[in-house]
């Protein structure tokens, strides 16, 4: 959030009341859509370099092979799914922070804060106990599924969490063969996944049934660990040199809006999911990118402050249906049922098998499907013609630099350095005779479309956008 801020000029504090970034893998994967954004906004490389291609998944029962599933099909500049410790993620974004001036501030906790009206009065806590107010025009919590700005709000974080525990294990196994994808056991015992780090280092997941009582089970020994991949993988697979051993549960919560007046929530601060389909990282790093364009934008001037009531509709209805998602691919990974196990293998194996439904669940992994058809900045009145339609992503880079900013007028050259010239501070001309005239938001989503390049349609709906 801090870095797409910065980069359109906005001046930020980010202030964080751990000590340091987190030195474990946590997240795991970036989705080629948020590599396109990363991509369009000029720093994709530092990820690129810092992770490793997944170019599918292996699911067995360790006696025979379920499904394999590629990735290659993905419609992207970026087909895979990138492999990178949350530590290394965490880094190559401080890094692009501090080359843009700005450096996290740590360890400095935001203990209140008030929303004014006219913006926020906030109380910073410093490590020697020394407390500072700031004074700021806004304020977003990307502070995790504890966050203090949520229930500083008073937001309800409602969902439950799943009354099953589960082992994590991170550090290395030789022999693990492909090394670019993914290998799902769906043992009858439960469900044990391996997940590529980098070289011979992978991440093990693995269910350990229900739970006993409320407390906290304790985290897994390498001779735990060790068993389950004997026993589940059915291979000659031996764990060494952990980096981290950990016990957990699964937690579905979601808050219902995302913004109250001057306060707007990302991330985990709004939304934690199952980590089925690694997809709670990636969905909150889009909040951040959808939430940016939009705050800069009315900050200076070029957007009315109406444009930021987009944001929570849009991004509530993404952190629902992930959820979703994830919760249901969860539940077929854990059932115990031989009956249940039996027909599950059955469907995924038939199902599978077709290209199309194999392109679906890439799609739907890598978060390209993700579109906003029914969002207050759709415009659907007009005639569109061949190409995505509006509310769906647009396939091609975007301008970098300051032009990321403004909305993107593409088609017949008249028409769009018209609208360029009559909304300077909102638009920049694409010219291209061969395409349907369409206007894409910032954020790489059509938002307007009309075959007939019908100007004053276009300048209708920027008007009722331009500050």
């Known amino acids: 959030m801090a870095n797409e801020l910065v ?77 990178i410790p949350q530590s290394e993620t965490e880094r190559v974004l401080d890094e692009h922070l501090v080359a843009r001036g700005v450096t996290v501030e740590r360890p400095v906790e935001l203990t209140k804060f008030t929303d004014t009206g006219s913006g926020i009065e906030a109380t910073l806590k410093k490590a020697s106990g020394e407390t500072e107010t700031v004074s700021a025009d806004w304020l977003i919590g ?80 390498l001779e735990e660990i060790q068993a389950l991949l004997s026993h589940r993988s059915g291979r000659d ?16 919560r979601k808050v219902k809006d995302y913004r109250k007046g001057r306060v707007f929530l990302a991330g985990d601060a709004a ?46 209805a993404v952190g629902d249906r992930v959820l979703r998602n994830a919760g249901r691919l969860t539940e077929a990974a854990i059932a115990r049922n031989p009956i249940v196990q039996g027909v599950r293998n059955t469907i995924v194996r038939f199902a599978t098998s077709f290209p199309l439904i194999q392109h679906k669940i890439a799609d739907q992994l890598s978060e390209m499907d993700i579109g906003y058809p029914d969002s207050p900045l759709t415009f659907t009145d007009g005639i569109g013609g061949s190409g995505p339609s509006p509310g769906e992503r647009w396939p091609h880079p975007l301008p970098e630099g300051p032009q990321g900013a403004r909305f993107t007028a593409i088609g017949p050259a008249a028409a769009v350095a018209a609208l360029a010239r009559n909304f300077p501070g909102l638009v920049v001309a694409k010219p291209n005779p061969e395409i349907t005239l369409r206007l894409i938001r910032p954020d790489g989503y059509v938002c307007f479309a009309d075959a007939h390049a019908d100007r004053a349609l276009a300048e209708k709906y920027l008007a009722g956008i331009a500050g």
């Open 237 to 252: 697979l031996v764990m060494t040199n952990p980096y981290w051993l950990a016990c957990f549960r699964i937690n579905e």
């Open 142 to 221: 990307c502070d995790g599924a504890h966050s203090s700005v949520r229930h500083g709000l008073g937001f309800a974080f409602e969902g439950s969490t799943l009354q099953s525990d589960w082992a994590l294990a991170d550090g290395f196994i030789a022999g693990l063969e492909p090394k670019d994808r993914l290998h799902i056991f769906w043992h009858r015992d439960g469900i044990l996944a391996f997940f590529p780090i980098v070289g011979d280092r992978w991440r093990v997941i693995g269910d350990l049934g229900a739970a006993e009582g409320e407390s906290h089970r304790a985290d897994p020994t």
């Open 7 to 83: 980069r359109r000029g906005i001046g930020v504090r980010i202030v964080d009341k751990a000590p340091a970034r987190t030195d474990k893998s946590k997240a795991l994967v970036l989705w080629s859509r948020t590599l396109e954004l990363l991509d369009d906004a000029g720093y994709v490389k530092g990820f690129l370099s810092a992770g490793m291609q997944a170019h599918g998944a292996t699911i067995s029962t360790g006696r025979e092979i379920v499904a394999n599933v590629s990735l290659d099909s993905i419609d992207s500049r970026y087909p895979y799914a990138l492999m």
């Open 271 to 316: 939304h934690i999911h199952s980590p089925a389909g690694g997809q709670g990282m990636n969905t909150g790093m889009q909040d951040a990118f959808n939430l940016a364009w939009k705050l800069s934008l009315v900050i200076q001037g070029s957007a009315r402050p109406a444009l930021l009531d987009s944001y929570s509709p849009e991004r509530s």
